[in-house]
């Protein structure tokens, strides 16, 4: 199934990295999105949008979801 997205969609090899390098990482990959890191048990909305990528870091604020567009 094809993305409505535009540009890259996820970031698998950001599993494990920094997560305010992946913030980088993610907005320089694809500049139509707003990376944000979100600390482990948070609550999030829950909308899907094209110009969003939730950035998952545990206490030490390592990245460990795959971030994607959503």
């Known amino acids: ?3 409505i997205c535009q540009g890259k969609s996820s970031w698998p ?3 494990g990295v920094d997560g305010k390098c992946a913030v980088e990482t993610i907005e320089k990959e694809n ?3 707003e990376a944000i890191i979100v ?3 948070s609550s999030i909305i829950e909308d899907f949008r094209c110009d969003r ?3 998952w870091v545990d206490k030490y604020g ?3 979801l795959v971030p994607v567009i959503g």
């Open 1 to 3: 199934m094809a993305s």
């Open 53 to 55: 990528v939730w950035v």
């Open 13 to 15: 090899e950001l599993l």
């Open 62 to 64: 390592i990245v460990y």
């Open 39 to 41: 600390p482990e048990g």
């Open 31 to 33: 500049s139509l999105v």
